[in-house]
């Protein structure tokens, strides 16, 4: 039985996470669906790493990890322009958008990256559904050659550095 887990930042006030689990339900009647967590806080792709990190492997061999959330909002017409990747680590499979999560995730593990073909999405809905749909195939064994192309790298997360700048003396230290 292929299994996926799903983690947003969506929360659940609304409708929207019961929209894309009937849709799954659907077109993938035999896929099991598991919750992580839904209550990311708003595109916060460390604390989501953490969450996914501290769990992924306690799930069987083969499942597929599906990431609904990016570094930061699309816009009404385009919902990311961040690449759609699929990363295969340690017997799991990472699906998402490339927002430097899975370099959180999978720091210094051998990995395989894979960006995902190119399809025409123009909602955030279909965006998700071929996130899924990409789930699905690795999960029930599909090649990831299949479904995109390998790339070397992932993108890396920003990083902010805390600067503290003191005057003394008519001199700035940066610390």
Request: proline content about 5%.
């Amino acid at each position: 039985m292929p299994v996926i887990t799903l983690t947003s930042d969506w929360g659940r006030r609304d409708h929207y996470l019961a929209s894309l689990k009937g849709s799954i339900l659907c077109s993938h009647p035999d896929l099991t669906a598991i919750d992580i967590s839904h209550e990311v806080n708003h595109f916060d792709i460390l604390q989501a790493s953490y969450i996914i990190k501290s769990c992924y492997s306690r799930f069987p061999k083969g499942t597929a990890h599906v990431i609904l959330l990016a570094a930061s909002g699309g816009s009404k017409r385009t919902p990311t322009t961040e690449p759609l990747v699929a990363v295969e680590a340690e017997g799991y499979y990472f699906v998402g958008i490339d927002s430097g999560i899975f370099s959180l995730i999978l720091p210094e593990e051998e990995k395989k990256i894979f960006q995902l073909k190119k399809q025409e999405f123009t909602t955030f809905e279909n965006l998700y559904l071929q996130l899924v749909e990409a789930a699905d195939h690795l999960a029930r064994g599909g090649k990831p050659e299949e479904i995109g192309d390998q790339v070397i790298e992932l993108k890396e997360p920003l990083h902010f550095n805390p600067t503290l700048t003191a005057i003394s003396y008519g001199q700035q230290l940066s610390i």
